[in-house]
T-cell receptor
């Protein structure tokens, strides 16, 4: 079992829909990252969380440390949101040096 | 503009021919790291560096070397590449550790024949 599990693996939505991507992890962490990878391959950092909730535009990320779970929400989805979304954690005891990644969620938003 | 620059972006080489993928950042970041991305396996950490002259292994270090002689540069060296090192490689940097915002290079697609 991977230390970081994402669900769903693939998600297809219609433009305007509310989208949720989930990330569960099995170890104690000092930080969790949500990353976005577009079809061209480049990776962009969306959020870094250690507790609570963050919002940026139409994107919202939450984390529940006790339940070892994080969610990424996209409101009013748009075709340009189509990308792979990757969750990554920095485990406790690694001095913030290590990152373990989920396999990613492929999101397709149709017009 | 804050950026992480990798070169080359694309490379086809043959087994055993030494190659270096360069990575440079202009944000004065202490933390730098290399990852490889393979279908079905996701991103995996190869090596990381917490500062100049401080490097350590990640999850898949076999067949790779790194050095950190200057803060801005963190090259990845494949002394004797093999076909199982065909992959998409990313360099990333962050302020002090991987618990800060991560900045990724554009990726280097390497094919070893």
């Amino acid at each position: 079992k991977n230390e970081v599990e994402q669900s769903p693996q693939n998600l297809t939505a219609q433009e305007g829909e509310f989208i949720t991507i989930n990330c569960s992890y099995s170890v104690g962490i000092s930080a969790l990252h949500w990353l976005q990878q577009h079809p061209g391959g480049g990776i962009v950092s969306l959020f870094m969380l250690s507790s609570g909730k963050k919002k940026h535009g139409r994107l919202i990320a939450t984390i529940n440390i006790q339940e070892k779970h994080s969610s990424l929400h996209i409101t009013a989805s748009h075709p340009r949101d189509s990308a792979v979304y990757i969750c990554a954690v920095s485990p406790w005891g690694t001095s913030g040096s290590r990152l373990t990644f989920g396999e990613g969620t492929q999101l397709t938003v149709n017009p | 503009e804050a950026q992480v620059t990798q070169n080359p972006r694309y490379l086809i080489t043959v087994t055993g021919k030494k190659l270096t993928v360069t990575c440079s950042q202009n944000m004065n970041h202490e933390y730098m790291s290399w990852y490889r991305q393979d279908p079905g396996l996701g991103l995996r950490q190869i090596y990381y560096s917490m500062n100049v002259e401080v490097t350590d292994k990640g999850d898949v270090p076999e067949g790779y070397k790194v050095s950190r002689k200057e803060k801005r540069n963190f090259p990845l060296i494949l002394e004797s590449p093999s076909p199982n090192q065909t992959s998409l490689y990313f360099c990333a940097s962050s302020g002090r550790t991987a618990t800060g915002e991560l900045f990724f290079g554009e990726g280097s697609r390497l094919t070893v024949l």
